[in-house]
DNA sequence: TGGAAAATCATCCGAAAGGGTGACGACAAG
DNA sequence: CTTGTCGTCACCCTTTCGGATGATTTTCCA
């Protein structure tokens, strides 16, 4: 990345210098600011072009298909029910009531069903959410939910 | 494409006129070509940079191998990167695009935050996960990530 | 080269979600 | 008895999401 900040001052600078050299020739033509301008424009429109194609490398997404041995079957649970990480839980202040809650969101229910679910109002199952959301750090429920993942308070 | 031409061509001139208006405030500073230079340098590098991102995500090329595994059925497969089940993925018509989108969804992005990443536009985000959504016969988006991980769509 | 498929963008509108705030009751601990 | 925590509920407001629909452009294949 260094490298292209590099090559973007050299080429700047070089520029420059060409425009400097340039202006004595054409000192005397009036107008000729536009000149410099369309060609700065069309010369770092082209370097753009290519440090955007640099930069972002189309990286070969090896897809690797597993092919599963018909065991345990690795989607759903297996065998052991889930066990939440109670440390992190607890570390994060999340109650279980909450841990619920971000369970039911984890498996698309809308608070309307949550709420009718739990025998609960839907104000109540949105606190709830909004809690969570604050005890993760997140502020959108896919998001928590990854979160969740991640730290082992979901399966 | 044509419109990407229009653009440039518009920036080109908007540039060119300001240019011109600026000229005349200016007139009397000497060496303020250097300073016309770097504005259109750094503006044309950046629009040149979105140019280049823009006209050139073509379709990744996705190269399918498969591979043998002992069938763990542990959380997060350790090393092999995941794999969209192609069957599925054909049966419901989810182009790959479509499962881009889902997947985006399912690390917690909102639309908006898609469409900057993947340099579209919002609405476009909203097209693909109405798409999507309607061929996984959901309707919210963690209802359409837990069912994706169901299905073999999402790791 | 023409058409089908896919991707893109737009607009309108209603529903859902989320932030903020305040409040009330139950219950355990001090 | 006071205090703190938790669960519950409500209101208002803004943002985001989703559905429906139509249009244009790009890509790809026959």
Redesign the interface.
């Known amino acids: 990345m260094k490298r292209h900040v590099l090559i973007?001052g050299l080429v700047?600078g070089l520029?420059?210098a060409t425009?400097?050299y340039t202006?004595y020739r054409f000192v005397v033509i009036e107008h000729s600011?536009?000149l410099?301008?369309?060609l700065?424009?069309?010369?770092?429109?082209?370097?753009?072009?290519?440090?955007?194609?640099r930069i972002?490398r189309?990286r070969?997404?090896?897809?690797?298909?597993?092919?599963?041995?018909?065991?345990?079957?690795?989607?759903a649970a297996?065998g052991a029910a889930f066990v939440p990480d109670v440390a992190t839980q607890q570390r994060l202040g999340v109650t279980a009531r909450e841990l619920e809650i971000l369970a039911l969101?984890?498996?698309?229910?809308?608070n309307r069903e949550m709420a009718a679910q739990l025998f609960v109002s839907e104000n109540t199952v949105k606190t709830h959410c909004a809690r969570v959301f604050g005890k993760l750090g997140?502020a959108?429920?896919?998001?928590?939910?990854?979160?969740g993942k991640e730290m082992g308070l979901l399966?």
Chains 1, 2 share one sequence.
């Open positions: 973007f700047g520029l420059i425009l400097q202006q600011v536009e410099y301008s369309a700065v424009a069309v010369l770092f429109s082209a370097f753009g072009i290519w440090l955007g194609l972002t189309r070969e997404t090896i897809v690797v298909r597993e092919v599963l041995v018909p065991a345990t079957g690795g989607g297996p969101i984890a498996s698309g229910l809308s997140e959108r429920r896919t998001q928590a939910v990854q979160r399966p």
